[in-house]
Nanobody, 114 residues
Framework: QVQLVESGGGLVQAGGSLRLSCAAS????????MGWYRQAPGKQRELVAA???????NYADSVKGRFAISRDNANNTVYLQMNSLKPEDTAVYYC????????WGQGTQVTVSS
């Protein structure tokens, strides 16, 4: 059993910053990748950022240069630093982890006001 617990969401004004955290616990053996998806109302879930066990990263074009993903392998935690936030970044952000299967967090709301 694997659990992912997210934190750090909230309400922020446009141009502000937030930092999301996601800690994995339980039957952790060898995590292949961790990352974040988001889903805005009425839209499909989309990949925001991902990071492999080796540290390679991948970002959605819409967040490049503004968001940064990092990972603490010792503590099985992934972070998403979000800067220069825009109202269109408003969504529920979901953490995920790949260890054979994909595991998901419960989601954390990020709301950016204009």
């Amino acid at each position: 059993q694997v659990q992912l617990v997210e934190s750090g969401g909230g309400l922020v004004q446009a141009g502000g910053s937030l930092r999301l955290s996601c800690a994995a616990s339980g039957s952790i053996f060898s995590i292949n990748a961790m990352g974040w998806y988001r889903q805005a109302p009425g839209k499909q879930r989309e990949l925001v950022a991902a990071i492999t066990s080796g540290g390679s990263t991948n970002y959605a074009d819409s967040v490049k240069g503004r968001f940064a993903i990092s990972r603490d392998n010792a503590n099985n935690t992934v972070y998403l630093q979000m800067n220069s936030l825009k109202p269109e970044d408003t969504a529920v952000y979901y953490c995920y982890m790949v260890q054979g299967f994909a595991y998901w967090g419960q989601g954390t709301q990020v709301t950016v006001s204009s």
